[in-house]
């Protein structure tokens, strides 16, 4: 079975890697699917110095690219590629048992416009060039809801900073979380690292966006009486 990539030996990870067993189906979509699949020369294995990439190896084209962080069951990214099939995807989660939730719902779909990479999306941000994502997605991210692990959340400057790099002038960056305390880091960090507020006020977070597709972890947070917040920002 295909596993996540080792970790960079020069930066912590925090988070799941795998949970429950996989259903047998699951595996076979792991094996069969995942490396046809994934960004060419992102990973650690296949480019240890951490060279610079060209993005058009991913699909072989110039076409926009997109970046989903931590994408979960898959649902959204899923949605976004059948939405809009001239875009090229990327979709970064470390937990395998997303990854082969994802896999089943591409099989299903049968889109084509998307790559995987199975583990950190600072991997990714290592070897992108500058300027070269038309728009970006966190949805519900890891909380890290204890006061302590704070930085470990993605909206510190760690990540960030290495987003906005990627990130075209006028780039949207959208995030979506059910946690109050994220949404205030949120909109205390992100406009620092180089973006522009497009919901400035509370009434704005409440209105998901148009094209908007739930997906398992907001279900959950409704069940639950927590409510989802909707934060949009561009690049500057």
Same mark, same amino acid.
């Given at each position: 079975?295909t596993?996540?990539?080792p ?6 990870f925090y ?7 996989? *259903?047998?189906a699951?595996?076979r ?5 995942? /490396? ?11 480019n #240890?110095?951490?060279?610079p990439v060209?993005?058009?190896g991913?699909?072989?084209?110039? *076409?926009?690219?997109?970046?989903? +962080? ?6 959204h990214?899923? /949605? !976004?590629?059948?939405? /809009? ?22 099989r ?11 583990w950190?999306v ?9 300027r070269?994502?038309?728009?970006a ?10 006061a *302590?692990h ?20 006028g780039?949207?960056?959208r ?6 305390d994220?949404?205030?880091? =949120?909109?205390?960090? +992100?406009?620092h690292?180089g973006f522009?507020?497009? =919901? #400035?006020e ?12 739930? %997906? *398992?972890?907001? !279900?959950?947070?409704l ?8 934060? %949009?920002?561009?690049?500057?």
């Amino acid at each position: 079975m295909t596993a996540p990539a080792p970790p960079n030996e020069n930066r912590n990870f925090y988070g799941r890697i795998k949970g429950k067993a996989l *259903r047998p189906a699951q595996k076979r979509y792991l094996d069969e699917d995942l /490396h046809a699949l994934r960004p060419v020369g992102v990973s650690m294995e296949e480019n #240890p110095e951490r060279k610079p990439v060209d993005p058009r190896g991913f699909f072989g084209d110039d *076409r926009p690219l997109w970046l989903e +962080v931590g994408f979960g069951g898959g649902e959204h990214l899923v /949605h !976004q590629c059948q939405l /809009h099939p001239e875009t090229g995807f990327i979709g970064c989660e470390p937990y395998i048992n997303g990854v082969a939730m994802l896999l089943g719902k591409i099989r299903q779909a049968n889109v084509k416009n998307l790559r995987i990479y199975p583990w950190d999306v600072r991997d990714l941000f290592d070897v992108l060039p500058d300027r070269c994502l038309g728009r970006a997605f966190l949805l519900y991210p890891d909380p890290w809801p204890k006061a *302590r692990h704070h930085r470990r959340r993605f909206v510190t400057p760690e990540y960030l900073e290495p987003l906005a790099r990627v990130l075209q002038p006028g780039a949207i960056f959208r995030v979506a979380t059910d946690i109050p305390d994220y949404v205030r880091q =949120t909109m205390e960090e +992100v406009p620092h690292a180089g973006f522009e507020c497009l =919901t #400035p006020e509370p009434a704005d977070w409440v209105q998901p966006w148009e094209d908007w597709c739930s %997906t *398992r972890y907001e !279900q959950k947070a409704l069940r639950e009486g927590r409510r989802p917040h909707y934060l %949009t920002f561009r690049r500057a």
